[in-house]
């Protein structure tokens, strides 16, 4: 059973950082490609930030370069770091993974990730 569980959200001013967490087993580390999601009140679930089982990784273009995202093989935790945050990345945000080598990681579909945590709030204020 996969289990992911995220941290690290919270509040936090318009151009401030916060890093994101994301527990999980080292088989799921090492072996998964694992992503960022995000859903504000009111919309759909989007894609942030991919990472491929072997490396490669992926963004939004709203991210903009802003955020990056890494794997600690060390630790068995997935970030997100979020730098020069705006309003508009208020939201619930996910960890995903997806078993194995994930060809599409690119498109950043929610649908086809398979294995999901509880999410961790970011408010942004302006």
């Known amino acids: 059973q996969v289990q992911l569980v995220e941290s690290g959200g919270g509040s936090e001013q318009a151009g401030g950082s916060l890093r994101l967490s994301c527990a999980a087993s080292?088989?799921?580390?090492?072996?998964?490609?694992m992503g960022w999601f995000r859903q504000a009140p009111g919309k759909d679930r989007e894609g942030v930030a991919a990472?491929?089982?072997?490396?490669?990784?992926a963004y939004a273009d709203f991210v903009g370069g802003r955020f990056t995202i890494s794997k600690d093989y060390g630790k068995n935790t997935l970030y997100l770091q979020m730098d020069t945050l705006k309003p508009e990345d208020t939201g619930m945000y996910f960890c995903?993974?997806?078993?194995?080598?994930?060809?599409?990681?690119?498109?950043?579909?929610?649908?086809?990730?398979?294995?999901w945590g509880q999410g961790t709030q970011v408010t942004v204020s302006a």
């Open positions: 080292a088989y799921t580390i090492n072996r998964y490609s």
């Open positions: 990472i491929r089982s072997d490396g490669p990784t």
């Open positions: 995903a993974a997806y078993p194995g080598y994930l060809l599409s990681f690119r498109s950043l579909s929610v649908s086809q990730y398979q294995h």
